[in-house]
């Protein structure tokens, strides 16, 4: 296996977007003079990810997510810098390359909407040249994996979106895939089967050493299964390294939560008070500082419980995202 | 040489594929297929029926022979409809469908997969155009053909196919540069074979410039070739006339069509045209 799973190296997207004033005359000048403006969907990414990891790739809409995973699927043709995938070029296509990747975007399909997924998956056994008793097995083991037995013989469009998405992911899995690209995998789907997918999607990188890159808004699926993050926003690359790190480094503080016995009175020389709810008060204090103030508060206050808590994964990205809007 | 060969045995299954999934779609919607054909059947009889009005109307003609002329022309016409459809779905259905991405990451060269829609679109339309003829030959109108040669027509009609296939995988490119007006344009290209290429009137009707044109259409020796067969009794010998130009053609336009849709697919990936509508 290669050192590398996947390699992107200042990797560059422009779109050339068409765009014009509102109203008839723009629209009517327009026919004669078509303005454009560039577009950075992408704009000189580098990272490496390793056989067998599995990485969230985060950032907000519009951030150039898809468009990497596209790139890297070879659906789409890079502008500048270069993508490696098991060592292919992916805009290559080559056949060695594209048997061995699967990219899963849950807001799209790939199994015929009018056709039960059992058809589906019989082109895929034909395309990807899966010997029949391999393709049974996995078919089979993925089917009760997922428990959806009796999903598979009725039309996809019948399916809900829960079950639809199971139905996917048994599809793009078919020809056991090493790299997966999971785009929004859980997109939609309710907390039960959310937190299904993911036990599922964990499962399958364990017993098949499976590189994933997963990108989601649900920091959830990320805190499950990621050890790693990469967050992109306008196209560039603003963090690389442990979900851990990520917290340390944007977000230095933690909160304590604390519920007093004679009533909350005010606590502002502890830490910043950032909620209060009756007896309930949370506190914002430096990283450095929590355990002197923790002691601080078991001393000199009548603490019924204190709760010490790192901040919510949430509001570590989207401090990231407003530190760049502000550089 | 093995490794050639377990190649093309490859590719050759996941054509099977691609026509398997068609047989299926088509399998599924069987019932609509069925009304459409109706519609076909209704249109083709509206185009026939133009012979017996220029005969009630004073028109000095040979009804049963001109009808015979008229229902080929509809009847190619309408096998020429369904291979452009289903070329021009190859993008426009998937796109609408949204699995678009997917099938232009699966692991089948392009050349394959069209050959895939192709071969399905052939079967299909062979035997919708069989049923067609019958049905308002011999049902319908009770046409007389004394000295019919089906056996060479039939002939005739599968080769063009192989270069309607090949102007019909240059037309499917037309959805993947423009998702939004794409497919409508090309009618533009299939009511171009239709005015030029004699589907209801003789070629020499036309002005020069247009006889040049149908000199290059497949359509003009499908039409001469199927109505020698019919109408005069034209064995397989006589079809080489049409024969060969088919082949010539069909031996240019699926190589040049095969390149027309690599040009689009690398245009469509590089303008990220390669989405799903909506």
Redesign the interface.
């Known amino acids: 296996m290669s050192e590398v799973a996947v390699r992107v190296e200042d990797l560059r997207k422009v779109f050339e977007v068409p765009e014009r004033e509102a109203g008839l005359k723009a629209a009517t000048k327009s026919l004669v003079r078509r303005k454009t403006r560039e577009v950075r969907a992408v704009d000189g990414i580098s990272f490496e990810i390793a056989p067998g990891e599995i990485v969230g790739f985060l950032g907000p809409n519009g951030a150039g997510k898809t468009t990497t995973l596209k790139m890297l699927s070879g659906l789409l043709y890079v502008s500048g810098g270069e993508a490696r995938v098991l060592g292919h070029i992916p805009s290559k296509r080559e056949r060695d390359f594209l048997r061995r990747i699967s990219l899963v975007m849950g807001n799209r399909n790939q199994l015929q909407w009018d056709l039960p997924a059992l058809d589906s998956f019989e082109l895929n056994r034909a395309i990807y040249r899966i010997p029949r008793p391999d393709f049974l097995a996995l078919r089979d083991e993925l089917i009760e994996l997922l428990e959806i037995g009796d999903l598979v013989r009725k039309p996809v469009r019948q399916l809900s979106l829960g079950e639809r998405m199971k139905v996917e992911i048994v599809g793009s899995l078919l020809h056991r895939p090493q790299v997966l690209f999971l785009d929004e995998p859980t997109i939609g789907l309710d907390v039960t089967m959310q937190k299904r997918l993911r036990e599922f999607v964990a499962e399958y990188r364990q017993r098949h050493e499976a590189t994933v890159m997963l990108t989601s808004h649900y920091m959830a699926d990320v805190e499950a299964l990621c050890e790693r993050v990469i967050v992109i926003h306008h196209g560039k690359l603003l963090f690389d390294g442990d979900l851990a790190a990520l917290s340390d480094t944007v977000a230095a503080w933690k909160t304590i939560a604390i519920v007093l016995e004679n009533g909350a009175g005010d606590l502002s020389s502890y830490g910043d008070v950032i909620h209060r709810d009756g007896d309930l008060v949370t506190l914002r204090v430096p990283k450095a500082e929590t355990a002197r103030v923790t002691a601080r508060l078991l001393a000199e206050q009548e603490v019924l419980d204190l709760n010490v808590e790192d901040p919510p994964i949430e509001d570590v990205i989207e401090l990231v995202f407003a530190r760049e809007a502000v550089e | 040489m093995r490794a050639l060969v377990s ?1 093309m045995r ?1 590719e050759l ?2 054509a ?3 026509v ?2 068609n047989a ?2 088509t399998k ?2 069987i019932w609509w297929d069925v009304a459409w054909f109706l519609w076909t059947v209704a249109n083709t009889l509206t185009i026939v029926f133009i012979a017996k009005g220029i005969e009630a109307t004073g028109g000095d003609l040979d009804v049963n022979r001109t009808m015979t002329t008229l229902l080929i022309g509809a009847v190619v016409w309408a096998y020429l409809g369904i291979l452009f459809e289903f070329l021009m779905e190859t993008v426009a259905w998937e796109r609408w ?3 678009i ?8 060269s392009r050349a394959m997969h069209l050959a895939g829609q192709g071969v399905f679109a052939i079967a299909y339309g062979l035997l919708r155009a069989t049923f067609l003829f019958v049905v308002c030959a011999f049902l319908f109108f009770d046409l007389s053909m004394p000295d019919a040669q089906f056996y060479p027509a039939f002939v005739v009609l599968v080769v063009s196919s192989v270069s309607f296939i090949g102007i019909g995988m240059m037309m499917s490119v037309l959805p993947l540069i423009s998702p939004e007006k794409g497919t409508q344009l090309g009618f533009v290209a299939q009511g171009t074979l239709l005015v030029v290429s004699g589907v209801y009137y003789p070629v020499e009707v036309l002005p020069q410039w247009m006889q040049w044109i149908a000199t290059i259409s497949p359509a003009t020796y499908a039409l001469d070739g199927i109505r020698e067969a019919i109408l005069e009794g034209q064995g397989m010998t006589a079809m080489w006339d049409e024969i060969g130009p088919l082949l010539i053609i069909g031996v240019v336009s699926i190589p040049l069509g095969l390149w027309v849709f690599g040009r689009g697919e ?1 245009y469509a ?4 045209k ?1 989405k ?1 509508s909506g």
């Not at chain 2, 990936?269 to 990220?272: A, D, I, L, N």
Request: net charge positive; aromatic share 12%.
């Open positions: 190649t490859a299954i996941g099977g594929g691609v398997e999934r299926y779609l599924r919607y469908e949204g699995t991405e997917y099938t232009f990451m699966a692991p089948l690398q990936k590089k303008h990220g390669l799903r």
